[in-house]
DNA sequence: GGGAGGATCATACCAAGGTTTAGGTCCCAA
DNA sequence: TTGGGACCTAAACCTTGGTATGATCCTCCC
């Protein structure tokens, strides 16, 4: 399962090595964690606190956070939503000593990879590390796809979008003329604007990105 | 948040009030249950164990179950693999009197709305139930729209898919034409055949009909 | 054998999509 | 004031999309 470094993706530029984020207070477990995963090539970082680690500015690949429930000044699990409310999604994984079900289901359900009792198997925790970083990498491909369709959208006129929802929605340029009161000729000029801005090569194309951004029929 | 019986819907036919099933060897947790439901207007159905419920044949409406982790003869996470691996995914809720965090978690991971330790507040109970009865409702209501397309798709040829593919992935008909090697008038009575059989409105309806359906280009 | 359904194609015709060229107005910022 | 961008439109022109009619060929099945 775990191989190692994932070596060099042949795909999107380099610099694509995964990190793993380790906060715990304890040295000891700070150092064993540190020296699994050296021991499969994964590159680590350890923390001693939440505060420290958000020192940290994150880097632009797949990571992971491996927190203790217990924190010094600040619980694991409020630190999960702290993180949440600030739109950093780093898939997290619990370690707890004295953790009981309440704790776990409140983690779970804010959508931790998984809670590990201590002692745990190394093997349990590659495991959710292999998850974790898997379910990174994943977001971060769609979140990167999303963010260029944004930055597209960002480019058209307030008219232009208004047409892209009306065309998307499947009306004919007549009925989008006549929905926004104009000549079918304009409506067919923004619309050639539209596919060049956006750089969709079709209809469908177009079609598939009004979805992603959430544009028209929801479905 | 639980406030009595789902009231008729406006939309589709009757018969749309949710069920609660419980299935627990505690007659006075049935009981207790029961009660509890039949108080806010849920209506409950009781088992002593999972084999009982499976003879159950379990209606079309949104609906959810409450499940001991410690069953006799099954426990509660197997219970939930076999419902799983059978294909009926009706939300579970468990509860446990002695359950343990691994326990948990690999309930949550597998789909558990929730994971309440006996003995637990009524009004969790509740809000467990409300969430997983709506997580239902609108698990079923996906379900419905993707059988219906699933079923306007079999009624397709194999050559009118394949044509289905080609024209949501973008391709001009003279394109899909000479992909597959025939004339574009053709391909255009395809076409036609196709939008009527599907029910499509439009192209870019006929677009989100195969993005449902999985077909072409997954993006 | 004969019919049904599927696949193929031609011809003809019309509707819709799309670009180019060439304007026009309005408004905002340099 | 001037320039540019957004928005609007017309005319001309070409490409695609889509339907109708009619026909051939094949296979499967009664």
Request: charged letters at 25%.
């Given at each position: 399962?775990?191989?190692?470094r994932?070596?060099?993706?042949?795909?999107s530029?380099?610099?694509?090595?995964?990190?793993?984020?380790?906060?715990?207070?304890?040295?000891?477990?700070?150092?064993?964690?540190?020296?699994?995963?050296?021991?499969?090539?994964?590159?680590?970082?350890?923390?001693?606190?939440?505060?420290?680690?958000?020192?940290?500015?994150?880097?632009?690949?797949?990571?992971?956070?491996i927190?203790?429930?217990?924190?010094?000044?600040?619980?694991?699990?409020?630190?999960?939503?702290?993180?949440?409310?600030?739109?950093?999604?780093?898939?997290?994984?619990?370690?707890?000593?004295?953790?009981?079900?309440?704790?776990?289901?409140?983690?779970?359900k804010?959508?931790?990879?998984?809670?590990?009792?201590?002692?745990?198997?190394?093997?349990?925790?590659?495991?959710?590390?292999t998850?974790?970083?898997?379910?990174?990498?994943?977001?971060?491909?769609?979140?990167?796809?999303?963010?260029?369709?944004?930055?597209?959208?960002?480019?058209?006129?307030?008219?232009?979008?208004?047409?892209?929802?009306?065309v998307?929605?499947?009306?004919?340029?007549?009925q989008?003329?006549?929905?926004?009161?104009?000549?079918?000729?304009?409506v067919?000029?923004?619309?050639?604007?539209?596919?060049?801005?956006?750089g969709?090569?079709?209809?469908?194309?177009?079609?598939?990105?009004?979805?992603?951004?959430?544009?028209?029929?929801?479905?």
């Amino acid at each position: 399962m775990v191989t190692g470094r994932a070596t060099s993706r042949s795909t999107s530029a380099g610099a694509e090595e995964p990190i793993v984020f380790v906060v715990d207070d304890d040295a000891s477990v700070r150092g064993a964690l540190s020296n699994l995963f050296r021991s499969v090539d994964l590159r680590t970082e350890v923390f001693a606190s939440a505060h420290e680690f958000l020192q940290r500015k994150l880097p632009n690949v797949p990571s992971c956070l491996i927190l203790d429930i217990r924190l010094p000044r600040l619980s694991g699990l409020d630190f999960q939503a702290e993180l949440a409310k600030a739109g950093i999604h780093i898939p997290i994984i619990f370690m707890t000593g004295h953790g009981d079900i309440p704790m776990t289901v409140r983690a779970m359900k804010a959508g931790a990879v998984d809670f590990l009792t201590k002692p745990f198997r190394d093997q349990d925790m590659l495991d959710a590390v292999t998850t974790a970083i898997e379910r990174d990498r994943n977001r971060r491909d769609e979140a990167r796809v999303l963010a260029n369709l944004r930055a597209a959208l960002d480019t058209l006129t307030a008219r232009e979008r208004q047409i892209m929802a009306l065309v998307t929605a499947g009306l004919m340029n007549k009925q989008v003329a006549a929905e926004i009161g104009v000549a079918e000729i304009t409506v067919k000029i923004h619309r050639g604007q539209i596919m060049r801005k956006m750089g969709a090569k079709s209809l469908p194309d177009l079609v598939r990105m009004a979805q992603l951004l959430g544009i028209g029929p929801q479905t």
